[in-house]
């Protein structure tokens, strides 16, 4: 587990391995505008975070979990996602026989299957869209079940205390490379991202 403070001071370890940094170091975003590193590492830090828990192993992600309300329409259960969301991880209905591991794209062959009630998904092998409903967004989940439960990874926002609350250790590594190449970026040092992003690239294969 680690803090807020600890994150930026990995992050700032990480850019100081290409190039020296240091706390009081001030730098510039190539609009002439100066900053303290850390206001920068401290100002990206949640894009860097919900960046790769979009597209980690799951395993490394904290997970959070809904259930409905649910309403059945069309043969298939809505379910209103929270405003935290960022990424599904899987939904099972009390009736389906197996999980549901990965979204189908809406619109897709399989989607519009999903339509029609001759070719609608039955329990052996559900289906879960997401999509719009009313203008906001939601899961629709075929066939219709009593009860559906989703697990999500929810999206990191200022606030945070510790890494615990959204990440297992694993990946504290990888958030510091990462924060390293998004504040590489924002201050014109493009090479220095690059080897950011080989590294966490190194890091991940690692774990």
């Known amino acids: 587990m680690a803090s807020r403070e600890d994150i930026i001071a990995m992050v700032r370890a990480r850019m ?3 190039t020296p940094f240091d706390a009081a170091s001030v730098v510039s975003d190539g609009n002439s505008l100066l900053k303290p590193i850390d206001a920068y590492i401290d100002e990206l830090l949640e894009d860097a975070i919900n960046d790769l828990l979009r597209v980690v192993p799951l395993k490394y992600c904290v ?3 809904v259930d409905g309300p649910n309403d059945e329409d069309g043969g298939a259960e809505t379910i209103s996602l929270p405003n935290d969301y960022l990424r599904f991880a899987s939904a099972r209905g009390i009736s389906w026989e197996r999980d549901v591991t990965e979204l189908t794209p809406e619109g897709s062959p399989r989607h519009i299957q999903q339509l029609h009630e001759p070719t609608r998904a039955g329990v052996i092998k559900p289906v879960v869209v997401l999509t719009k409903f009313l203008g906001e967004a939601v899961l629709r989940c075929y066939p219709h079940a009593a009860t559906v439960k989703c697990t999500y990874v929810p999206m ?5 205390t510790k890494s615990s609350d959204f990440c297992v250790d694993g990946l504290l590594a990888s958030i510091g490379w990462m924060g390293a190449a998004k ?3 924002a201050i014109s040092k493009e090479k ?5 992003m080989e590294q966490l690239q190194a890091t991940m294969m690692a774990n």
């Open 16 to 18: 100081d391995e290409l």
């Open 63 to 65: 997970l959070f979990s």
């Open 183 to 185: 504040v590489f970026t």
């Open 192 to 196: 220095e991202a690059k080897q950011c």
């Open 156 to 160: 990191v926002k200022k606030g945070w």
